[in-house]
């Protein structure tokens, strides 16, 4: 296999070695108030002397950051054949940039690397997310990122669409459209009209109610999740669309690769996890299902799109779904991101499942989350 990737991967690393990213941290994921007094002092101070050396064409040298590199560019080099296998595979030229590029973010972070990602479309994006379709600001309190939910009202098609969430919330399924592979403006991949969606990790009801919008009157959503505190959220905003939510089916259940386990999570919002242990006395606990099962026990007549953001579990959803997926054939949409090892085990079981499937990678943030592995049936 040519080294194509490790080539192109080299380069970029040189490259954003030499530059200098100010301002190059998303304030709605890392927002400043979090962070201590004095912390903000000498990050503020730490960049101001970069700035001002980088006039000067001179990098300060920094034994903790060199070492921090290393160490993740030691971690991208075990897995560096997974790599390949991924670039090779995936289907066009956009993709393949975008994969080199969130790679050297992961190893070189915000001081060194910018996504292209950051440009004057996500500026928009965030404009329009405070200045348009914001209704009221701070309107529930939750126990992550700023603290603050918001409402919201966004057109759909159908009419106005209404939730309450975070900006991230918004900015990542409604503006950004996370969920919908675009080349060059046009939809390569997306939920189409009529489809029976699968959400897995339903959380707020965000990307659910975005599902059954492009779902339309003659699609269905089933919607995984099994936090009582998100779900209480989620069918609050399931009531402000009742257009949309005739379409939807809530499931509270963990997607999980068997059925009928207990496993410990602890309330954490969108980050809400399992701890992939049996139930034990302290913390709270949740039933699992596997996709198949619960196809084999619903008698679902197809399945067309799979979503899948599950806090690390997607290997298992998809050990759980390999019959689904292999009978049905839909298109799936995984978030690799939450480990290194995700970008080449989860294509990997993907491929396995589904061989002529095409693949293509969205990452939709200006930081190293949100990286989205597509895989639609060839037209």
Known sequence: MAAFFQSQLMRRIATDLSQHRS?????????????????RLQQHAAETLDGLLARFDYV?????????????LTEVELHLDGLEWLHERLADDASRRTLVEVIAYRILGSRHTRLS?????????????THQVMQRSRVARTNILDGWLDDYELGMGEGPLRLRAHKLNVLNTFLLEQYCYRKNGTALVEVRPGDVVLDGGGCWGDTTLYFAAKAGARGQVHVFEFSSANLEILRANLDA???????????????????????????????????GCSRGSAGLS??????????????????????????GAEARCLRGAAQVIQEHR?????????????????????????PGHRFHLGHYTIHEEESILFAAPAE
């Open 286 to 311: 949740a039933l699992t299902r596997s996709i198949d099962d619960w196809a084999a026990q619903t008698r679902v007549p197809g399945v067309d799109f799979i979503k899948l953001d599950v806090e």
């Open 23 to 39: 301002g190059n941290i998303d304030p709605l994921r890392f927002p400043p108030a979090l962070a201590s007094l004095k912390s």
């Open 117 to 129: 990602r950051n440009d004057a479309a996500y500026a928009q994006a965030l404009h329009d997310l």
């Open 330 to 354: 839909p298109t799936l949409a995984v978030a690799l991101y939450h480990s290194l090892k995700d970008f080449v085990e989860l294509p990997r079981m993907i491929d396995a499942l589904v």
């Open 241 to 275: 669309n009742p257009n949309l939510k005739t379409r939807v089916r809530v499931h509270m259940e963990a997607l999980w690769d068997v059925s009928g386990a207990q496993l410990n999570f602890h309330e954490n919002g969108p980050a809400t996890a399992l701890h």
């Open 60 to 72: 300060r040298d920094n034994a903790y950051q060199r070492a921090s590199i290393e160490s993740r």
